[in-house]
């Protein structure tokens, strides 16, 4: 595993919480929220239990749907990674 592999994979969980939570207070289905972010259903359940990390234009993507600043999000789980 490369150098940082376990600190990349603890951001993309988070990451991937932040975006679940957002999701959750939407009221969006998982199929809405990939209509309108121009991805799958399938995929969309992936990133969001974090089972896939999405690309920057996927995750841009997805912020965009849920109303949210792709880079407040990844500064977000920083920061989470920072209390843990």
Same mark, same amino acid.
């Given at each position: 595993?490369?150098?940082?592999?376990?600190?990349?994979?603890?951001?993309?969980?988070?990451?991937?919480?932040? &975006? @679940?939570?957002?999701?959750?207070?939407? +009221? /969006?289905?998982?199929?809405?929220?990939? %209509?309108? =972010?121009?991805?799958?259903?399938?995929?969309?359940?992936?990133?969001?239990?974090?089972?896939?990390?999405?690309?920057?234009?996927? &995750? @841009?993507?997805?912020?965009?749907?849920? +109303? /949210?600043?792709?880079?407040?999000?990844? %500064?977000? =789980?920083?920061?989470?990674?920072?209390?843990?």
């Amino acid at each position: 595993m490369p150098a940082g592999g376990s600190q990349t994979a603890e951001l993309s969980q988070l990451v991937a919480k932040i &975006l @679940d939570d957002a999701w959750l207070e939407s +009221g /969006l289905t998982q199929g809405q929220l990939g %209509a309108a =972010a121009g991805i799958s259903q399938s995929q969309v359940s992936k990133y969001l239990r974090g089972t896939r990390v999405p690309d920057i234009d996927k &995750l @841009d993507a997805l912020c965009d749907a849920l +109303g /949210l600043d792709v880079a407040a999000v990844v %500064a977000g =789980a920083q920061a989470r990674r920072g209390t843990r």
